[in-house]
Every structure is written in structure tokens, then in C-alpha cells.
């Protein structure tokens, strides 16, 4: 039987010549297969039956036409995609994303994460994910609403409470999910196991809209305290002004720190004196505006144009939560010298491969986005329980079963990176420690 290595390179260049176009998916096999060598070395059976070619191929993909009418009257036409990616360890399970930049290749990248992802929860969830190209921006609500109940006509057959069960992700919020549900609910009855990230009154869990940030602040505090450092007095740049964002910087000013500056796709704000999260969550969540509009309300600030990254102030915290590959080799380069020893992904592969060698050479404490942003699908996971048992629980309950669930994926990135050799290396442990137990899950059910 051939080695590990050579296994992997093989299975790699398939997927290179099947898929060349695919970047962002390559990406993160390429990231994922880095890591993998010595977990495929110590187990022959995962060569003998094929589980890495199998596991870079999603079960099924969807790709469907979105037809929906504007104000204006025009007939628009969006197009969308639902990747269901593996169900070894449960029913489908991730999140929509709206935006222009998606395609095939954006929906699998995230799919196939998410399989890790969900698995490192600890919770029995598999991996998919969906979108559209559909801008939500600068969009009417009606016209949201009629986009939205045009994709669930068509997302409802593939659907269901056990079967698969997505959630929001950039550009997809309470608002979204509201839409989405009502169609669903028209078309099959309430069934409010089959989306998760509801507002409140239809099924919705506490602490869900908070999650991902808090998660990723329980999360970057357990790898602090390990290397002898916490959140108190330093000063964090947030990337992003969404969902995540948000959350976490509230989280890092509870905890002690100083968020400077936090951004949306046109610019950012610089705030030394601290982010004032509430002027953050009006702006962007009730009056869905720029975040340069921050500025008008607190005078001292600052308001730039262009990427976060390049701002000079010394700060010690990274948590880019905006989007892909918003961190390059050379940004990384920068951020060392200006003091981060600390990075910690809110976003989906906001680093790019580049960014990540950066990292590991400069003794970067990183945690990845599979683990450091798992927060959000781990509650998603609660509102299913939730909803099967037809109870709701308190944000306190909620939020403490995160916080329990992230300490937990660090313990398991922190052992497993020892485990396998590689002791500090929160990557490889990310990697292998989901990917075990999927792998064995998918030896024992058979080839399929
Ligand atoms: N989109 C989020 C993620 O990247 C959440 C998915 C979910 O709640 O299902 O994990």
C-alpha cells in the first residue's frame, strides 16, 4: 500500500484536475491536507478505503434558479446553491449566504469546513452549506421578502427538520431566516426544527444572534489563559461590522479589552478610546448603513478607507470576522510587527495559506476559523434540541452550554496537535480532531 504522503498528494491532484477553477475550495483542502499526514499514516484504513476522496466530494449539489420581481417591476434572476456535503454524523447542517461573490466553489469551501467544524462541537450535525449570488444590500425589505420566498420554493424540496437544516451567514440574518420560514411554513406546514437562527417568537434559541462572536471570545480567552495571557488591557482589532463582529467585540470589552477598530467592505473606524458596540448594532442592524456613519456620532473617531489591516496603531488582538481570505502573507507580516501575537478567525478562511506559514514562524498563538468560529452552528445545534423537545431555554443556560462547548474545542485542538506531534499547531488539532470522528463514523457505516 502506498504511504500517507503519497496518498495525499494523489487524492490532492485529483481534486485539482476535477476542480481547477475551484480556488477558495482548494484552499481549504489544501489547508485541511497540510495538516493530515500523520492521523492517515496511523490509521492504513483510512487508505484502504479511500476516505479522503471521498471526503472532498460532497454527497450531493443543488443549483437552482431564483426568479423574484423588484420594485421597480423587473423580473430579476438570481442563481443559488444548496451543497450537501456529508451527512456521516448527522442531518446537513450549515448556513445561506447572500452575497455577489458566491459561486460553486465559495459553497463547497465553507460545506467542507463546516464538516469539521460541526463535528468538533461535539454535537451530531453534518456539513453543508448554501447561498446566492443575490445582493442583499441596498434592497428594499419587500423586495428581501420576495427574493426570499422565491428561494425557498425551490430550497424546500431538499429540506427538513432531520434531513438538512441551514441557518444565516453573511447576508443572511433574523430578517432573512424570518422570510425563509414563513415560505417554508406555507408550503409545509410550521416545522420549526428545519432552519435554525429564528427570531424568537417562531422557535428561535437565546443567545444564537450572539453566539459566533461570544463563542470566539470563550474561545481566544481559554488560548490565552494557557499561554499566560488574558483579554484585560490589550487592545483588539475586529474586522467586519456584521453579525460576529458585533458580538465579539461585546464580548472582549466584558473581558477586559480595548476593541480599537472594526470595519464593513468599504472602510473602517478607528476608536481608541473603545468601540461603542450600541452605536455599531443601531447602524448596522436596525438602520442596515455604512459603518462610516459612526463617525458623525462619536467626533473623536475616524473613519478610513480601506482594509482594517492597514492600520498602523499597535494593537496585540487579531479577530478578522469579515470574510474570505481578507489576510494575506504580506498583512500577516505586517500585523506581527505591529505587536499581535494573537489571532483568532471569526470569519470563514479569513488567512490565507500565506498568512497561516506567517503565523506558525512567528509563534502566533491561531486559532482557526473552524474552531474558533464554531459557536454559532454548536447553538444552532441547541435551538434543534430545543425545538425537538418543544422547550426553551434561558440565555443563561444557553450561553453557559457555549462557553462549555468551546473550551471544549480548544482542550480538543490543544490534545490532539500534541497527540499527533505537532503541540501548538491548533490547526492540525482542528483538523484532526474533527476529521476523526467523521472518519470513523464513515468506516463503520460502509462505502458510500
Ligand atoms: N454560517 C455559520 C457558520 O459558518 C453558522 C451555521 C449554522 O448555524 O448552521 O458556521
Known amino acids: 500500500m502506498e504511504n500517507a504522503t503519497d496518498y495525499i498528494a494523489k487524492v490532492y491532484k485529483k481534486v485539482e484536475q476535477r476542480d481547477p477553477n475551484q480556488v477558495e475550495f482548494l484552499q481549504a483542502v489544501k ?24 471526503i472532498v466530494e460532497p454527497e450531493r449539489i443543488f443549483q437552482f434558479r431564483v426568479p423574484w420581481t423588484d420594485d421597480q417591476g423587473n423580473v430579476q434572476v438570481n442563481r443559488a446553491f444548496r451543497v450537501q456535503f456529508s451527512s456521516a454524523i448527522g442531518p446537513y447542517k450549515g448556513g445561506l449566504r447572500f452575497h455577489p461573490s458566491v459561486n460553486q466553489s465559495i459553497v463547497k469551501f465553507l460545506g467542507f469546513e463546516q464538516i469539521f467544524k460541526n463535528s468538533l462541537t461535539g454535537l451530531p450535525i453534518g456539513g453543508g452549506k448554501g447561498g ?13 421578502m420576495r427574493f426570499c420566498q422565491s428561494f425557498m420554493t425551490e430550497l424546500q424540496k431538499y429540506i427538513g427538520p432531520d434531513v438538512d437544516v441551514p441557518a444565516g451567514d453573511i447576508g443572511v440574518g433574523g430578517r432573512e431566516i424570518g422570510y425563509l420560514f414563513g415560505q417554508y411554513k406555507k408550503l409545509n406546514g410550521f416545522g420549526a426544527g428545519v432552519l435554525t437562527g429564528k427570531p424568537i417568537p417562531m422557535g428561535g434559541s437565546l443567545a444564537r444572534t450572539e453566539a459566533t462572536g461570544y463563542g470566539l471570545v470563550y474561545f481566544t480567552d481559554e488560548m490565552l489563559k494557557d499561554a499566560g495571557k488574558s483579554f484585560a488591557g490589550e487592545k483588539v482589532v475586529v ?8 458580538y465579539a467585540i461585546e464580548k472582549v470589552h466584558q473581558l477586559g479589552g480595548t476593541v480599537i477598530a472594526c470595519s464593513d467592505s468599504n472602510g473602517y473606524i478607528l476608536d481608541l478610546d473603545g468601540i461603542k458596540v450600541d452605536t455599531v448594532k443601531r447602524l448596522k442592524e436596525v438602520e442596515r448603513k455604512r459603518i462610516s456613519e459612526y463617525v458623525t456620532e462619536h467626533p473623536t473617531a475616524t473613519y478610513v478607507e480601506g482594509s482594517v489591516w492597514e492600520l498602523e496603531e499597535e494593537f496585540q488582538i487579531a479577530l478578522p470576522s469579515a470574510t474570505q481570505n481578507e489576510i494575506s502573507g504580506a498583512t500577516a507580516e505586517k500585523l506581527v510587527k505591529q505587536g499581535v501575537y494573537a489571532v483568532a478567525e471569526g470569519a470563514n478562511m479569513p488567512s ?28 444552532s445545534a441547541l435551538e434543534m434540541s430545543q425545538n425537538s423537545i418543544r422547550l426553551s431555554w434561558t440565555f443563561e443556560e444557553v450561553d453557559s452550554r457555549l ?39 464513515m468506516l463503520s457505516q460502509g462505502v458510500l
Open 31 to 54: 489547508e485541511f491536507f497540510d495538516t493530515i499526514e500523520p492521523v492517515i499514516a496511523r490509521h492504513p484504513k483510512l487508505i484502504e478505503e479511500n476516505i479522503l476522496e471521498r
Open 132 to 144: 446566492s449570488d443575490f445582493n442583499p444590500k441596498g434592497k428594499s425589505d419587500f423586495e428581501v
Open 239 to 246: 474586522s467586519g461590522s456584521g453579525n460576529v463582529a458585533i
Open 352 to 379: 490565507d495559506l500565506d498568512a497561516i506559514k506567517v503565523y506558525q514562524t512567528n509563534k502566533v498563538l491561531y486559532g482557526p476559523a473552524k474552531a474558533a468560529n464554531a459557536g454559532g452552528v454548536a447553538v
Open 403 to 441: 462557553k462549555d462547548i468551546m473550551t471544549d474545542i480548544y482542550v480538543q485542538c490543544r490534545d490532539v496537535a500534541k497527540e499527533y506531534g505537532a503541540e501548538g499547531d491548533f490547526v492540525t488539532g482542528a483538523n484532526i480532531a474533527g476529521f476523526l470522528k467523521v472518519s470513523e463514523a
